[in-house]
């Protein structure tokens, strides 16, 4: 009988469940991914084990015959032996580990297994399993550990001869989101909800065999929506060439492992600092481009700002916030002649002044920006405040009736409230991308768009945009956000930009009147 959805979901929740003496939900992932990941190695392994035997029994093969023809036909993947040669010589499996979870030391058992599994396969693992810090005793004591591998070890065989991997990669997901609603803020660092990748992929569309890249890929849910999304518009998903890069290394190894249990095997994660460090080059240096780009950066990070980058165009991004460095980078990645790309970030980048306005007018001057999509506040784990999708496409290639102009529409008011947070429908989707591919009329107005579905939309000229200071704020040219409240998160951001402003003119101003011998002026 085949196993279902929610049966291998509950299993595997049972076995996270088991570490709610041991540390808070938050930490769950760091155990439960790599464990899960293995016992899915394990049983797939064995699974192969078992057909090659049963269909080369009698043929008498010796033992390197044996070994020769199971790796060439059968195994995709090593799961080799530890200690060899040794009394305490046993295969880095599951299923032989698990029967040691009553002696001492089975930290230290686990975290060998998984570090012989990286080392038999270094094109495939290397690095896979991050960190392993919860093998420790000190982290986790060795009977949380058992009971954690006892649970799972309920849980159905996890290989394609029991269940889809549809279904595995689906309570890989499940994980996650759980793992998410109960981590807060944190959650932010590796999972964008569903619902908003879905929004940003279905707008991009990317096409098979095209490249996709994620310059911060989190747990790797883009890369994954784009072959999930492609192969439910009837293309082969698995054709996409899928690319990362993480700056955690443990998050990059849940990035890899969630993308082996969709069976998506054409991708490579990197790790590392994707500003500082870009890891997908050409040979000359420069940033790697790709015919998809997508991403939710860290909001207003911190960084150390380039002195000289050719990806700086218009400027750049300050020390303060690296929201338009992470946009000048996937412009920079961008193939030249059908190159895309999708951001999420907040509604700052659409208004501040100084060198992201520099920046920002560039971007605009070359036609590079396609929409700005309005969304809900309350929609991610790490903060509550508004935020907006920015479309880009490479210079020259945007379609006739989209150059000379930005295309804004607001579904800051399309949400279905929820336990932790705000999330879009799948309607709530469904109508943003239509009046995303919506026509419009000379004054910028949807004419193909009527009815409840129907979002305040407008395509503005980028000589309006130019008139305005280049100042990209929706409610500038959308009506309806225009004349709704402005959220609060939105209102301080604003008031914070206008603050600093100020204080750096009144600085300049009392340095110019001091040198002039003129003192005495107080705030």
């Not at 002696?103 to 693992?125: C, D, H, M």
């Not at 070890?153 to 609603?181: C, I, Q, T, W």
């Not at 000289?308 to 030249?336: E, L, N, Y």
């Not at 999330?423 to 009329?441: N, P, R």
């Amino acid at each position: 009988m085949a196993v279902t959805q929610q049966e291998i979901e509950n299993r595997l929740w049972d076995a996270a469940d088991e570490l709610r003496v041991a540390m808070p939900e938050a930490q769950y992932s760091s155990v439960v991914f790599p464990l899960m990941f293995w016992k899915y190695l394990s049983d797939t392994w064995e699974h192969n084990h078992q057909t090659f035997l049963e269909e080369n029994e009698g043929l008498g093969l010796s033992a390197e015959e044996a070994d020769e023809v199971e790796y060439r036909t059968y195994q995709t993947f090593k799961i080799p032996s530890i200690h060899p040669g040794t009394v305490a010589e046993r295969r880095a499996s599951w299923s032989s580990i698990l029967a040691t979870v009553t002696q001492p030391g089975l930290g230290q058992r686990v975290r060998a297994s998984l570090q012989a599994i990286e080392t038999a396969n270094p094109a495939k693992f290397s690095r896979l399993f991050g960190s392993m810090t919860w093998a420790s005793e000190e982290v986790l004591a060795g009977e949380v550990l058992a009971a954690v591998m006892q649970a799972m070890d309920r849980a159905p065989k996890m290989h394609e001869g029991n269940m889809s991997h549809d279904v595995l990669g689906g309570a890989y997901e499940y994980l996650l989101k759980r793992f998410s609603d109960g981590s807060g803020t944190r959650a932010g660092q590796f999972f964008t909800p569903r619902e908003v990748v879905e929004l940003i992929v279905e707008v991009l569309e990317p096409k098979s065999f095209e490249s996709v890249y994620d310059p911060t890929c989190g747990s790797g849910g883009m890369l994954i929506a784009s072959a999930s999304l492609l192969k439910a518009h009837g293309g082969r998903g698995y054709t996409l060439k899928l690319h990362g890069q993480e700056s955690v290394p443990d998050t990059a190894g849940v990035a890899r492992m969630n993308l082996f249990m969709h069976n998506l095997t054409q991708f490579k994660v990197e790790v590392g600092d994707t500003l500082k460090d870009p890891r997908f080059t050409k040979p000359d240096g420069t940033v790697a481009q790709f015919d998809v780009i997508l991403a939710n950066p860290p909001y207003s990070l911190k960084w150390k700002p380039w002195t000289k980058d050719p990806r700086a165009i218009g400027g750049v991004a300050p020390q303060s916030t690296a929201d338009w460095a992470f946009v000048q980078h996937m412009i920079a990645s961008m193939d030249p002649k059908k190159g895309r790309a999708g951001v999420v970030l907040p509604h700052g980048v659409l208004f501040r002044g100084g060198q992201e306005a520099a920046i920002r007018r560039r971007v605009l001057d070359d036609d590079l920006l396609e929409a700005v999509i309005g969304l809900p506040a309350n929609l991610f784990y790490s903060t509550a405040i508004p935020t907006c999708i920015l479309v880009f496409r490479a210079l020259g290639t945007k379609p006739e009736e989209r150059r000379g102009g930005v295309l804004f529409i607001d579904a800051s008011k399309r949400f279905t409230k929820a336990k932790n947070r705000n999330i879009l429908s799948e309607v709530d989707i469904a109508d943003v991308v239509a009046t995303y591919h919506s026509k419009f009329d000379l004054d910028g107005n949807p004419i193909d768009l009527e009815g409840d579905g129907a979002l305040a939309a407008r395509f503005v000229p980028t000589s309006e945009i130019a008139a305005s200071g280049y100042d990209l704020n929706i409610g500038r040219y959308v009506q309806q956000a225009a004349t709704e409240q402005e959220d609060l998160g939105t209102l301080i951001d604003t008031y914070n930009i206008a603050r600093a402003e100020r204080q750096k003119t009144e600085q300049r101003m009392l340095a110019v009147l001091a040198s002039a011998g003129i003192e005495g002026f107080d705030e």
